[in-house]
């Protein structure tokens, strides 16, 4: 165990459905981050919090929309998807700036399927 | 931005041989470069990295070495056991929490007993 969970593991939804993804780290760590892993694809930065502060989004389409309301706890809410959004979304953390390191912590993902 | 080229994307050995993964990157401020492992089901794992101020590191049978002036990495896994048979994945990033590592497409490594 990495010490990141994500719920839940497996979602199937329709194109209008209306879902949200979680993410919790117990490591005390102040950074979180939603990437995108697709099948054939390198793994796909989404969005960066930092100190609960999003300081990147990668150019990811408004049908996704993040919330990090502490440290602790990441979302992904997701609205009117399309099947080629179908993938494993993964959530990861890492340590205070102050310390210097960009050591990140992976959780097991949520398989996402569009139908 | 940073690119990372990762190769070969499969790799088939014996048990008991030798695997090595090699991976290229282009920005100059790079300066931190972890070691995926992902096995079925599970999310990526950290299992090595290395600092741009160190030109090597081992743990085990695992080891990394970096050429700054290359600009590239390699993994070597020494050894091998079907244990090891996963999707290994080099990335780069700058040493700064809250910085997206930017990753190669993955080596799928098959050991062999």
């Known amino acids: 165990e990495t010490g990141v969970t994500q719920t839940p593991r497996h979602l199937v939804m329709g194109m209008t459905n209306k879902k949200s993804l979680k993410c919790e780290q117990h490591l005390g760590h102040n950074a979180m981050y939603w990437y995108k892993q697709s099948a054939k694809k390198p793994l796909e930065l989404m969005f960066v919090y930092n100190f609960k502060e999003q300081t990147e989004n990668n150019s990811v389409p408004s049908r996704f929309s993040p919330e990090c309301p502490n440290s602790s706890h990441l979302f992904l809410h997701l609205h009117t998807l399309q099947p080629e959004d179908s993938a494993l979304y993964l959530c990861?953390?890492?340590?205070?700036?102050?310390?210097?390191?960009?050591?990140?912590?992976f959780g097991p993902g949520t398989r996402l399927t569009v139908l | 931005g940073e690119n990372v080229e990762q190769h070969p994307s499969t790799l088939s050995v014996q048990e008991g041989d030798s695997a090595v993964i090699k991976c290229t990157y282009s920005?100059?401020?790079?300066?931190?470069f972890p070691w995926y492992k992902q096995e079925l089901g599970k999310g990526p794992q950290l299992i090595i990295d290395?600092?741009?101020?160190?030109g090597e590191k081992k743990d085990q049978r695992i080891a990394v070495t970096l050429n700054k002036t290359a600009k590239h990495f390699s993994l070597h896994i020494t050894e091998t056991q079907p244990e090891d048979s996963a999707v290994y994945f080099c990335a780069a990033s700058i040493r700064q929490a809250g910085t997206a590592l930017i990753f190669g497409k993955g080596t799928t490594l098959s050991v062999s007993s």
């Open positions: 290395i600092r741009s101020n160190v």
């Open positions: 990861a953390s890492s340590q205070d700036p102050s310390g210097g390191s960009n050591e990140q912590f």
């Open positions: 920005d100059s401020a790079s300066n931190y």
